[in-house]
């Protein structure tokens, strides 16, 4: 069934962030400035853990995907938004309006999925060393990623059929930064109780799954820590476990924030929050993941020194 014959509108008008005209250009160089470290950034993690053999291990092949997904996730939405502010052009067709919104909730939840796929890794390398090798076989890492992809296309995929058939009206304003599914369903005419129904139970599990994993990983991983106690193992597991779950908790925090309880919360306050987890934690991943960590800097010592040598070669 062809899209524009669901709906009474052929596209939408993105309203965007809220800010003056006199600041749009500072906001822009800003944004810009952000998402191309978020790109960047995890462009050189996947880089280094692709050239390094030390980094092939379970650990760093997830992160690797973790990586790509923020690039996709952040690039899903973000362009737009800077073209928006740059040419004030805010017009954007229904379908791609919709394109926009499945791949926004594809990378998003596939986000949530590797986030407690690396806690689960964290937990078998700290409360089970001894069989770290022989559980985290490389099929069943590949599995537990593409397992994640497959969930999540589904997810993504039963959203935007029932979105399908529902109609505008002509109200095809969009009081945010990109093609949410929440403020899509506020702005329908047609009955929505089958939409926020699914929304709030799959939707939901799909939140409360992957977050009580992490939770118990490092639940687990506490108790094991607290059982033999020593100051070495305390700090080096508090590094990791704060770092991740810092991400988690701003991560997390922000999406129930924004599609639990929008209804109590201002327009503003929302695209705030939605700025946070689309641009503002994939920016910071690389650092807190990666970049404090010693096997990724000396992996970019290395990639630093083979560069150096290959221009040393060729100005001779």
């Not at 996730?73 to 938004?81: A, R």
């Not at 559980?135 to 992809?149: E, Y």
């Amino acid at each position: 069934m062809r899209w524009e014959n669901q709906s009474s509108v052929s596209e939408f008008l993105l309203l965007g962030l809220p800010i003056r005209p006199e600041q749009r250009g500072l906001f822009f160089a800003l944004f810009l400035g952000m998402y191309l470290t978020t790109v960047l950034g995890n462009l050189l993690i996947i880089l280094l853990i692709r050239l390094d053999s030390r980094l092939h291990t379970p650990m760093y092949f997830f992160l690797s995907h973790l990586a790509l997904t923020d690039v996709c996730f952040s690039s899903v939405t973000v362009p737009k938004m800077l073209m928006i502010m740059h040419t004030n052009h805010k017009s954007i067709p229904y379908e791609g309006c919709i394109s926009q919104m499945y791949f926004f909730i594809l990378f998003g939840c596939l986000d949530n999925f590797l986030l407690a796929v690396m806690a689960y890794d964290r937990y078998v390398a700290i409360c089970q060393p001894l069989h770290y090798t022989t559980i985290m076989r490389q099929q069943l890492c590949v599995s537990l990623v593409a397992g994640s992809f497959f969930f999540c296309s589904l997810h993504s995929l039963l959203h935007t059929l029932l979105l399908a058939p529902l109609s505008y009206c002509g109200n095809n304003t969009i009081p945010h930064l990109f093609c949410d599914l929440t403020t899509l369903l506020k702005m329908s005419c047609s009955d929505i109780s089958l939409n926020e129904l699914v929304i709030f139970i799959e939707g939901g599990m799909i939140i409360i799954v992957p977050l009580s994993g992490i939770l118990g990983s490092y639940i687990r991983i506490w108790t094991t820590v607290l059982r033999d106690p020593s100051a070495k193992k305390f700090l080096k597991v508090l590094s990791t476990c704060g770092s991740h779950l810092l991400v988690v908790s701003l991560y997390y925090g922000t999406i129930v924030e924004v599609y639990f309880f929008s209804s109590s919360t201002s327009n503003d306050k929302n695209i705030t929050a939605s700025v946070m987890y689309m641009i503002v934690t994939p920016m910071l991943n690389p650092f807190i993941y990666s970049l404090r960590n010693r096997d990724m800097k000396r992996a970019l010592e290395t990639l630093v020194k083979r560069a150096k040598s290959l221009m040393s070669k060729d100005s001779r």
